[in-house]
């Protein structure tokens, strides 16, 4: 949504002026009009409930135990209930247990999945998609119009993974998604290399930012938050935190240098960003599992039974 609103804005004031306009002024009122979406994130955030982990862990179980009760009634909530107890027994764990016995495998999981997340070229194109537009030969205009489009499919497309995660499950839509990144990256650099430009560019980028916001985007976040032991939650959280955010920034300051570099250009530098989209989709054929349908104490569990990628569909002996 802020992403949408941002762009949407930019467009708006890229209008009310000639180039000259926006040079010395415009891109002022574009950064200022950022504390929009902000300011409307900050607004919904006090309608989103404590984490009943949180409450429970701090002796507020009826608050708790109301936010289960909302999400899958009387039944799942005791039960819930009683796992979390069971788990906050655990003595806090170092950043140094991270790297050892059970904990090591879903920090590593997670570390490469949030990385994979980035190096794909998602943030090339956040940022810099009205030069990506320009370079392929469309005005100024027409650049701010298309980037309205990426920031509209970005939004639609991460609704229609809300939608689906619970019903199609992680890796499907991770499996989906990935595979559509890398063709319609290959793409993208295909048509750079033939000078091609307009709409069809248009719709391949399209196509690469509805795969991401229904798989990479917000499933890696998810996946990362599922998979952590209670006891190790919050410092591994921190480290995956800290691998996504350096990797867009490396992200951020080397696509221009790919971008303009004449013996590179945005044709090799798209085709980069597909092949790791397909690295990406063979780690997760070979690695992700399954995580939809367990609890965070199950999946904590299963850790320690080393399981394949789809083990956790068939390991019906956690629920005991």
Same mark, same amino acid.
Request: aromatic share 12%; proline share 5%.
């Given at each position: 949504?802020? #992403? ?8 708006? +004031? ?21 504390? +929009? /979406? ?8 006090? %309608?989103? /409930? @404590? ?12 608050? %708790?135990?109301? #936010? ?10 005791? &039960? ?31 570390? %490469? ?18 030069? =990506?537009? @320009? ?17 509209? =499919? ?6 229609? %993974? !809300? ?19 890398? !063709? ?8 750079? &290399? ?67 570099? /004449? ?12 092949? !790791? ?10 690695? =992700? /599992? ?28 956690? @629920?005991?």
């Amino acid at each position: 949504m802020g #992403v949408f609103l941002t762009l949407l804005i930019n467009k708006v +004031i890229q209008g009310l002026g000639d180039d000259a306009w926006n040079a010395a002024m415009g891109w002022r009122w574009m950064l200022g009009m950022e504390a +929009i /979406p902000a300011v409307l994130f900050i607004a919904l955030l006090f %309608a989103v /409930p @404590e984490s009943p982990r949180w409450l429970a862990q701090k002796g507020r179980e009826n608050e %708790a135990r109301r #936010v289960l009760e909302s999400v899958g009634g009387a039944d799942f909530a005791a &039960h819930e209930l009683a796992a979390i107890r069971e788990a906050a027994g655990e003595e806090e764990g170092r950043f140094s247990e991270l790297l050892s016995g059970p904990f090591f495998r879903p920090l590593m999981l997670a570390v %490469a999945l949030l990385a994979f997340s980035q190096f794909c070229g998602i943030n090339a194109i956040t940022y810099y998609s009205t030069k =990506i537009f @320009e370079t392929a030969g469309g005005g100024k205009s027409a650049a701010f119009t298309s980037s309205v489009w990426v920031g509209f =499919i970005n939004l639609l497309f991460t609704l229609v %993974a !809300i939608a689906l995660v619970d019903k199609a499950g992680r890796r499907p839509l991770l499996i989906i998604g990935t595979a559509v990144q890398t !063709i319609s990256l290959g793409l993208v650099g295909w048509m750079f &290399h033939t000078g091609q430009g307009g709409v069809p560019l248009l719709l391949c980028v399209i196509g690469f930012i509805a795969a991401f916001a229904m798989s990479m985007g917000p499933i890696g976040w998810l996946f990362c938050s599922e998979i952590f032991p209670n006891k190790v939650r919050g410092r591994a959280m921190s480290v995956a935190g800290f691998t996504i955010w350096v990797s867009c920034y490396i992200v951020a300051q080397t696509f221009p240098m790919l971008n303009d570099n /004449p013996a590179i250009g945005p044709a090799r530098t798209f085709w980069v960003y597909a092949a !790791i989209s397909l690295f990406s989709l063979m780690f997760v054929l070979a690695f =992700i /599992p399954e995580t939809k349908g367990h609890t965070l104490e199950q999946i904590e569990k299963s850790w320690r039974r080393s399981p394949t990628p789809s083990d956790l569909d068939v390991a019906d002996d956690l @629920e005991e």
